[in-house]
């Protein structure tokens, strides 16, 4: 019976270190970085000036990857404390806290610096685009702004 839960805890812990890895690996929301969708489209390029610069936390996301791994974990984890009844509480208690921590972990990973840009475009257009702080900008600086099709903007130098 002990082999067999160890190797249960070591198949969990092997699946929330796979699941907490992915919860870990962003979209990156850098003026650099392209996604695969932006790649071979065409972009309108804009130039202006930045008026105001202002650091701002971009918010990790919670999809639930860190929270199921978490909960198993912890439910892994508790269900190997005390036996009988008491074991079963350990368990669901193990559970919960571990759910509530793996998705706690998950939104911490993913959550980045950046900055907010105020860009006046040369044709009068005020514009504020909120990207990971991946450059150094100060008022003042000549920028360029690529927009797709979509909205989507971004600020570089």
Known sequence: MKKSLKLCALLCGLTLMTLLV???MTDSRSGSVYSRDQAR???SVYYGTILRVANV???GKSEGLGTLAGGAAGGVLGSSVGSGSGRAI???G???VGALAGSAIEKGSTTSAGVELEVELDN?????IVQEKDAVYNVGDRV????DARGT?????
């Open 41 to 43: 489209v065409t972009h």
């Open 94 to 96: 193990g559970a919960i």
């Open 153 to 157: 903007a971004r600020v570089r130098q």
């Open 22 to 24: 992915s919860a870990c």
């Open 124 to 128: 009068g257009e005020l514009l504020a």
């Open 90 to 92: 350990a368990t669901v």
């Open 57 to 59: 936390t971009i918010e």
């Open 144 to 147: 360029r702004v690529l927009k």
